[in-house]
């Protein structure tokens, strides 16, 4: 894993300019710049999502916010509008599986980097990542976290809308699977309906064991 401080030094956003890393990065050499962004880390059931877009360097980026400022449809939209203007994107999922075995944070950070494999196969790798939060990946690109970076990179807030989008449509195949814990609706999440269906129907096979709120009636 290469260090990022040595290749580009740290950028405030200023104003509403959330394409800033990018420009410079591009400015710098970089030939294909990627944001990264993952959903699903606090649910009690589902997968892990992660997404990875490049955007266009010339496109207009101040739509791309971040998913949770945006209602369901606009999310819909926004991804529709990725792929309008050519946006590069993929994505990578963890199941509950792994991430009982491995751990939530080693999940998310996989599901990135599942992410990143699977646009180097269908498109092209990138030469450098953006990506949310404060842990780098286990990839031999040059990579920088930032921290809220849904608010500060538009290529990751691209990113948190792909993987959203793609989870939440996930969770509704779930939710014909498993009808009485309303999955359509809190997305795996631990509102008091979802708990409370955990403890009178017990835990499902897509429910995180290891987790409060679920281990306790496994």
Not at 31 to 49: I, Q
Not at 160 to 175: C, G, H, N, Y
Request: charged letters at 20%; proline letters at 5%.
């Amino acid at each position: 894993m290469q260090e990022m401080d040595a290749i580009v030094p740290c950028v405030d956003s200023e104003l509403n300019d959330t394409f800033s890393h990018e420009r410079l990065l591009y400015g710098q050499g970089c030939c294909c710049v990627a944001g990264l962004d993952e959903v699903g880390r606090g649910p009690l059931a589902g997968p892990v999502v992660a997404a990875c877009v490049v955007l266009p360097r010339q496109c207009d980026f101040s739509p791309f916010i971040d998913s949770k400022k945006l209602s369901h449809k606009q999310r819909c939209n926004l991804a529709d509008v990725l792929v309008q203007i050519g946006a590069l994107s993929s994505v990578g999922i963890v199941s509950v599986a792994t991430i009982d075995r491995i751990n939530i944070l080693q999940a998310s950070l996989l599901a990135m980097k599942r992410a990143v494999d699977d646009l180097a196969c269908t498109s092209s790798l990138p030469d450098f990542l953006l990506i949310d939060g404060k842990f780098p990946i286990a990839m031999d690109i040059p990579q920088r976290t930032l921290i809220r970076g849904e608010s500060k990179s538009a290529s990751i807030a691209a990113a948190s809308i792909v993987a959203k989008v793609t989870r939440d449509a996930l969770m509704a195949e779930l939710a014909s699977l498993f009808p009485g814990y309303n999955f359509g609706q809190n997305k795996g999440y631990p509102t008091r309906e979802h708990r409370e269906a955990i403890q009178r129907y017990g835990p499902t096979s897509c429910h995180r064991q290891t987790f409060r709120g679920v281990k306790e009636f496994v």
